[in-house]
Every structure is written in C-alpha cells, then in structure tokens.
C-alpha cells in the first residue's frame, strides 16, 4: 500500500496552476473594470473563497486516490502548497501588471488610499502625507515579492487548518 501512495506535491503542483489560472483571470477582470488597485474586503473575501475552494479540492482529490485515507500533515502540505504556487503565479502576473500593463497602477493605488484616508479617518493632511510617504518603502518589486510569498505561505497555513482537521482520516496499521 504505502508504494502507491500518491504525492502531495502532484496535487499541490496541479492546483495551484489552477488557483493561479484563476487568479489572474480574476485580476484582470479586475483591471478591466478599473478596480485593480483599489483592493477592499469584497476583493479580499472573493481571494480567499478561491483559495479555499483550491486548497479543499485539492486535498479532497488526494484523499479519493490515496484509498480515503489523508494525514492532518499531508492535508497542511497540500494547503500550503496549493497557496503557495498560485501566490506565486499571483505575483508574476502583479509585476506584469504594475511593470507592463499599466504602469500607472502603483500611483492610482497611492491616491486611491489618499483619497480614503482623508475621507475615512481624522488624521491631518501632514499626517496622511507622512503615512503615505512610509508605504512607499513598501512599494519596491523586492518588497512586493517577498510579502507576496510570505503572506501566500501563512494564508495557506491558516486557510489549511480547519480543512485539514475536517477530512483528515488516519490508515490503521496493524
């Protein structure tokens, strides 16, 4: 039994590509309605459901060809895994966007925020200004891929607990 068991990176591997294939199909609506650096919590849920939902085939599918049976471990590395490749994908396809497509992105984003911490909150001008000034450290193509790839292996840390723990089925060996 144990020869044929299959891997957890196949399925990792396999949708990821698809959650990232999904992704950039997502921001790129996205762009095309002019929303793609506005972000907000409908944007963020809608990231997340998708990630899940990948992350959760995923290991239900590993689950079907290993005879039923996954471990919490094996159903953790698969949620990283699938996070961590369509994080990936994720991020290449964020530097074309910001670097290629639109240029502009990173700017518009800024006055976006701009706009809404002055509209939300009661800092000063001085004070929105010096708070803008601090996230554009923040901004480098370094920066960005590495909280991309931080923030993709930790969200698929946490997104995979509860799954993990829900069809976890353990092989008895005698």
Do not use: W
């Not at 921001?27 to 963020?44: C, E, N, T």
């Not at 471990?73 to 530097?95: A, E, P, R, S, T």
């Not at 800024?110 to 554009?136: C, F, N, P, S, W």
């Not at 829900?166 to 092989?171: A, D, H, S």
Request: contains cysteine; hydrophobic residues 50%; proline residues 2%.
């Amino acid at each position: 039994m144990e020869e044929n068991q299959p891997k957890t990176g196949k399925f990792a591997l396999t949708y990821g590509l698809i959650l990232g294939g999904v992704s950039v199909i997502y921001a790129y609506m996205l762009y095309s309605m002019d929303m793609h650096y506005q972000g907000g919590a409908s944007v963020m849920l809608i990231s997340l459901g998708l990630s899940l939902a990948a992350l959760i085939f995923a290991m239900i599918q590993f689950k079907k060809e290993n005879n039923g049976f996954m471990s919490f471990g094996q159903g953790l590395k698969i949620g990283v895994g699938v996070c961590l490749i369509g994080g990936i994908i994720g991020i290449v396809f964020n530097q074309i966007m910001a670097n290629v497509i639109d240029p502009e992105m990173m700017s518009k984003a800024m006055v976006y925020q701009r706009d809404q911490l002055m509209e939300t909150t009661a800092l000063t001008v001085d004070q929105i200004d010096k708070q803008m000034e601090m996230g554009k450290k923040f901004q480098t193509t370094s920066m960005q891929i590495l909280f991309g790839l931080i923030i993709s292996v930790v969200l698929g840390f946490l997104l995979s607990l509860i799954p993990a723990l829900v069809l976890k089925k353990q092989e008895v060996l005698d």
